[in-house]
């Protein structure tokens, strides 16, 4: 088989006194997402579905929270490991597909610099690279902006095919 598609979902809390990074950008705004790395909800679930595409586990296995390396660590850092994975599985990415769930703040502006980070990290072309951002109309814990929650998609080509 010469495809292989990916899906990734992560959920972060929303807390004051942290920075807000999302796909490798620094949004300001009053809260920010708690993690032991940076985290940066977009890049996990983005590193998940690229996991998950080679059924290889999803970040906690490779980049397990309880490892002090990891600690403030930069997320992209992190995805641009999982794409030379796959890559070094004979694999690269079609194309990438998120949606940000977050209630506020307006992520519009940051959209594109977001996708150019990504592209970056997992050495692709930012046209590969979609993410949108959508409210959950004030309901659940996206809407009560008790956390953000992203879904992932990706397809990999084999290399050369
Ligand atoms: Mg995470």
Known sequence: MNMRIGH????HRLEAGRRLI???VEIPF???LLGHSDADVLAHAISDA???ALA???IGKWFPDTDP???GADSLRLLGEVSAMVNEKGWEIGNLDATILAQRPKLR???DRMRE???RACGISTEQVSVKATTEEKLGFTGQEQGMAVHAVCLLLRSGG
């Open 30 to 32: 009053e809260k920010g």
């Open 69 to 71: 390396r990891y600690e």
């Open 109 to 111: 502006p940051y959209i």
């Open 22 to 24: 999302l796909g490798g």
């Open 56 to 58: 290889l586990g999803d």
């Open 8 to 11: 990734g979902y992560d959920v």
């Open 117 to 119: 980070n990504l592209a």
């Open 50 to 52: 690229l996991l998950g």
